[in-house]
C-alpha cells in the first residue's frame, strides 16, 4: 500500500463509527496527538502513524488494510498532493471530532452486555 491509499482507506473507516471499538475510541486522542505532529504535507509520517495505531488496535488494522487497498494506484495517485493535503486535514479534524464526541462502541465490539433483569 502506497501512503495515499492508507490515508483515504483511514479516512473510509472514519466514516464509519462502527469500525471503532471501545478502547479505539478510547484512544482517539492520542491519535489526535500523534497526527499534530506532522504537517499536512508529511505524507510517509502521517500514513505510519495510522497504519501503527490502527496496527495497535485490531482489526482494525487488518480492516484498514482490506479498506486501502480497494483504493487502487489510479484512484489514490500519490502525485495528487493536493487532494492527499485535503484528506489529512480532514483526517485530523474527524479524528479531534470523534475524540471529543465518543461514540457507544460497535455492536461487534469485545464489550459484554449483561442483563441483570
Not at 483511514?10 to 506532522?38: C, Y
Not at 474527524?94 to 442483563?115: E, G, H, L, Y
Request: net charge negative; glycine share 4%.
Amino acid at each position: 500500500m502506497n501512503y495515499a491509499q492508507i490515508i483515504l482507506g483511514f479516512r473510509e473507516l472514519l466514516a464509519e463509527s462502527n469500525n471503532f471499538d471501545r478502547q479505539a475510541g478510547q484512544d482517539l486522542p492520542q491519535l489526535a496527538q500523534t497526527l499534530d505532529q506532522f504537517s499536512d504535507d508529511d505524507f510517509n509520517s502521517v500514513a505510519d502513524a495510522i497504519v501503527d495505531w490502527c496496527a495497535a488496535h485490531q482489526p482494525l488494522g487488518e480492516t484498514l488494510r482490506m479498506v486501502a487497498v480497494r483504493w487502487t494506484p489510479q484512484k489514490a495517485n500519490p502525485a495528487d498532493e493536493e487532494g492527499i493535503k485535503k484528506n489529512i486535514s480532514v483526517i485530523r479534524e474527524t479524528v479531534k471530532q470523534k475524540a471529543a464526541n465518543p461514540q457507544p462502541p460497535a455492536p461487534n465490539s469485545n464489550q459484554t452486555v449483561s442483563n441483570d433483569d
